[in-house]
């Protein structure tokens, strides 16, 4: 009788050439892997520290400016550039790798407040309080990377004026026309010098402008009335208007669902927003403590980032009520404008102390190629991270950040200024006749009223 | 003697012992510095290789437990239940059995100063521990001349597929459960040279061997099917190279689990404790709860009061409100529970409403 007995030979399980890659043999029975959930557990709690000690989102800053930034623009044909305009007239266009200045555009005479590239990426179209609109002929891509003198000066293709000063100016998706925000909103061609169509409602000024990245002849403006209005190129007059308690500063479409924009608020908050129900937000996004300035989508259309005037800049879940992540330093200040890179790995915030700044959307991110082995393994560490996150331990290393003592201080007073409303609420409620305090959600207590 | 390992297929002892003498005591003396340690004369050691601590069973009946990395002694308890010197560590969740003389097996973790089991297996003193490593089959051997086979999900008697070795005197019997009908029959006998005491057997994880111990050295003999075929390289790999070895050390540093992942179940970590449920209290208890507040308002003695206050009618009034008042939340409870009862009634009539060409078949319902 022959019987059979456990050998192996060292041939069998070992490679064959010093080149070779080792031999893996893998068995998934559960007893061979004891207390796995612990050890993954650990694995996760980890991570998490890991994730802590390597999160070193600010990759630079950019200098050139004299004044402080206004408005920037990337461009959709062109990863590696964006535009910067700063209140002294000035126009510039970044390299992001070698955070120079590629090209300047001389010409504004007031400041420049509002800046946008066509989407074939040919031309930029400018315009500022001196109520001038001036297109310009974008560098082509090549050029940029051999000429690395940054005094070269571009002249603009068009110089249009008009009769009031400008405060935005946005283009449309996959069109000739653009629009621009000032004592009224105005549809511009390319090739007219005077606007197709103006549009008016209300006598207060249009301060941001932002066509729909779906319905080409959509866009969204918000005035300076605390009114956000909705108008259609194919009416006459415009779609829809609410009134909110507070103004926004400005409005980004959801690029994956072009029916939602987000708004943002000078009352320190973002209001998410269905265009097609206007009556209630569909998310508030709190955090910051001061106004929100400026709001730009990433092109994934799962989050979002915030330039606030407490002078941080915050990312957000398109639908999570609180920010993932705040970015800030010592020294800047203000924050005007903010962009989501093309790529939606970057940041670039633009501030009052006459920077641009580059950031890593994800704070604790690997830049740089990353080999099979590292890939894998951080994305079983993001798995492990995201299996634990709700135990405490985890929650609270992923959750915690460090705020500089002004916003803290700031937070937490306004967490006060809340609960103190919110009890008195309560308490009126409770001492007045049942049901003639209705309690309102705060998705709908920001809106005053809803026009046709 | 009667000396016992267990497991076959899945068994980890092998970790236990020869991970344990080769790898643990050798490297850990020689990365970790050789830790001078405070165990007294102790006669077991134990390694908890997930943990990086080390446990000893001293002549006291005490028992220690050691940070391997840091060289602390980190736990220090009394088991007060006599000389032993069988301790075994259980390789499904790292909580430590001991063998008592009484008969008793405790199960230990570092973060409790009582043992979190303790049972009664034998009724003479204990002489070996084995587990197998699905984690809930223990065998114990007593002085008695029996072996038992444990469920630790119940804490019974209970046999289960495996291999399990025995030693008595010289002689090492293997017996094996091949129908897996729980009928563990012999399946190899082996004996060695005469006269040799056997202290310990064990199982090599991977292989088909069995380790013996003895009074002159120690021997291994060849057990068909004992062993694990087919091995993970990322668990354990004898065929690894150095450099393997010196990354699998820093991961396995990197992975130390804190001793409060020692517990019964491990699979528990990560999920949500379940709501106890609320008891209902039945109609009896809520009537006797009735009763004693009636009976406690009646018993209360007013103050003597004057200007007629006192008077034996103004007495028993301010009695009867007390009971009223007593007896007021329990009716409240009543007169709700009876009103969502009615509510459900009607809304379950609602939906046992048929359509009308149906309804002739429905059982009337008498009126009365």
């Known amino acids: 009788m022959k019987v059979k007995v456990i050998s192996r030979s060292t041939d069998e399980f070992t490679r064959e050439r010093s080149q070779d890659l080792q031999r893996v043999f893998r068995n998934f029975d559960p007893n061979l892997r004891t207390q796995e959930k612990a050890v993954e557990y650990v694995r996760a709690l980890n991570a998490a520290k890991l994730d802590k000690i390597f999160a070193r989102p600010f990759i630079g800053a950019m200098d050139g400016h004299i004044d402080a930034i206004s408005c920037m623009a990337k461009n959709p044909n062109h990863l590696k550039g964006i535009f910067s305009g700063s209140m002294d007239g000035d126009i510039r266009l970044w390299d992001l790798a070698s955070r120079r200045t590629v090209c300047q555009f001389p010409g504004h005479q007031g400041a420049v407040r509002g800046l946008t590239v066509s989407t074939d990426g040919r031309v930029l179209v400018s315009c500022g309080t001196d109520a001038t609109v001036r297109l310009w002929n974008v560098p082509v891509p090549t050029l940029m990377q051999s000429d690395d003198c940054s005094d070269n000066e571009a002249k603009p293709l068009e110089v249009y004026v008009w009769k009031n000063a400008f405060w935005a100016v946005d283009h449309q998706w996959d069109g000739e026309l653009f629009a621009t925000a000032g004592a009224q909103v105005d549809i511009w061609n390319h090739n007219r010098s005077q606007p197709v169509n103006s549009f008016e409602w209300g006598k207060d000024t249009a301060i941001s402008v932002r066509f729909n990245p779906g319905e080409p002849n959509i866009l969204a403006t918000s005035a300076s009335d605390r009114s956000i209005t909705i108008y259609d190129l194919r009416l006459s007059s415009p779609a829809r208007k609410i009134v909110m308690r507070t103004k926004t500063n400005s409005i980004a479409w959801n690029p994956m669902e072009p029916m939602n924009f987000t708004a943002a608020n000078e009352d320190c908050n973002c209001y998410s927003y269905d265009a097609r129900r206007l009556d209630e937000a569909r998310c508030v996004h709190k955090d910051h403590v001061s106004a929100v300035m400026d709001i730009d989508y990433s092109p994934t259309g799962r989050e979002f980032v915030t330039g606030s005037y407490d002078r941080s800049v915050r990312i957000f879940q398109y639908n999570g009520g609180h920010s993932r992540e705040i970015y800030h330093t010592k020294r800047m200040q203000r924050v005007f404008c903010v962009k989501f890179s093309c790529d939606a790995s970057y940041i670039v915030s633009g501030s009052d102390d006459t920077n641009l700044r580059l950031w890593k959307a994800k704070a604790s991110e690997q830049l740089g190629v990353l080999l099979p082995r590292e890939r894998k393994k951080h994305e079983y560490l993001e798995a492990v991270k995201n299996r634990y996150k709700h135990l405490p331990e985890v929650k609270r290393i992923v959750r915690h950040r460090h705020l500089p003592k002004a916003i803290y201080k700031a937070a937490s007073l306004r967490r006060i200024m809340t609960e103190a409303a919110r009890k008195k609420d309560e308490r009126r409620r409770a001492h007045s006749a049942p049901g003639s305090i209705p309690s309102e959600s705060l998705r709908k207590k920001r809106i005053i009223q809803e026009v046709e | ?368």
Request: proline share 4%; charged share 25%; net charge positive.
């Open chain 2, 1 to 368: 003697m009667l000396t016992v390992a267990l497991f076959l297929f899945f068994s980890f002892l092998f970790f236990c012992f020869f991970f344990f003498l080769d790898k643990s005591l050798t490297s850990c003396t020689s990365e970790f510095g050789g830790h001078c340690m405070g165990h007294g004369a102790a006669l077991k050691l134990q390694f908890l290789n997930k943990h990086f601590l080390l446990a000893s069973k001293n002549k006291l009946g005490q028992l220690h437990y050691e940070d391997n990395i840091t060289g602390k002694m980190v736990g220090n308890f009394r088991t007060s239940l006599g000389h032993s010197d069988t301790m075994q560590v259980n390789p499904f969740n790292n909580v430590l059995a001991v063998g008592h003389s009484g008969g008793t097996v405790t199960m230990w973790k570092l973060t409790s100063k009582a043992p979190l089991v303790k049972m009664l297996c034998h009724k003479g003193p204990i002489t070996a521990l084995a587990f197998h490593s699905n984690s809930h089959l223990m065998a114990t051997a007593g002085m008695e001349r029996k072996i038992k086979l444990w469920d630790l999900r119940k804490y019974n008697i209970i046999f289960q597929k495996g291999l399990l070795a025995r030693a008595t005197g010289s002689f090492v019997q293997i017996w094996g459960d091949f129908s897996g009908s729980y009928d563990y029959s012999r399946y190899i006998g082996h004996s060695i040279a005469k006269g040799y005491q056997i202290q310990r057997v064990l199982f090599r994880i991977y292989e088909d061997v069995l380790g013996i111990g003895h009074s002159m050295g120690w021997s291994s003999i060849l057990i068909p099917g004992s062993g694990e075929p087919n091995f993970d390289t990322w668990v354990a790999n004898s065929f690894e190279t150095r450099k393997q070895r010196n990354e699998k050390e820093v991961r396995s540093l990197l992975d130390k689990l804190p001793p409060e992942t020692i517990m019964l179940d491990p699979t528990k970590i990560g999920s949500v404790r379940p709501t106890r449920k609320k008891e209902k209290s039945t109609k009896q208890e809520r009537e006797a709860e009735q009763e004693a507040a009636i009976e406690g308002a009646k018993n209360i003695s007013f103050k003597k009061k004057t200007k007629g206050r006192s008077k034996p009618s103004k007495m028993a009034k301010k009695n009867q409100e007390g009971i009223a008042k007593a007896k007021k939340p329990f009716l409240e409870q009543q007169a709700k529970e009876e009103e969502m009862l009615k509510k459900k009634r009607k809304r379950n009539e609602e939906e046992v409403e048929l359509p009308k060409s149906l309804q002739r078949f429905a059982r009337k319902v008498p009126t009365t």
